[in-house]
């Protein structure tokens, strides 16, 4: 699978996962468990480095407000943020009767092509006007 998915209940604890969500994110396997509070995953991950300047209790609250959201509306939202160096988009899918699907791919490669096609854009116009 080409991108790692995490599900999440209503009470914001860990249903499945798949190893491609663990290594995005560099995350020690043996450490996940069914049914794990979205807190020790938090710590788990600011643990792991892929979170730095932010605390794990800073990271709940983002996170709790990203599911809350996520539940109150009924299309998919999607956020990007720079994790150990990578580009990773999260797509929070609502799931009623399930919870919440969270998707996370991590996109620097797709990144890093968008942006040299836009200085290559810039270079075409700028060449075309002078």
């Not at 998707?103 to 002078?130: C, G, K, M, P």
Request: aromatic fraction near 8%.
């Amino acid at each position: 699978m080409p991108y790692g998915f995490s599900i999440w209940d209503d009470e914001q604890r860990l249903l499945l996962w798949n190893r491609t969500y663990l290594e995005i994110y560099g995350l020690p396997g043996d450490r996940f468990t069914r049914r794990m509070p979205l807190s020790e995953v938090c710590e788990i991950t600011v643990a792991a480095g892929n979170h730095p300047g932010t605390s794990a209790a800073e990271l709940l609250a983002e996170y709790r407000r990203r599911l809350a959201r996520a539940a109150a509306t009924p299309t998919p939202i999607t956020f990007e943020k720079r994790i150990r160096g990578r580009t990773v988009k999260t797509t929070y899918t609502p799931t009623p009767g399930l919870g919440t699907v969270v998707t996370h791919e991590d996109i620097t490669e797709r990144t890093l092509r968008e942006r040299d096609l836009e200085t290559q854009n810039i270079r075409f116009d700028a060449a075309l006007n002078s």
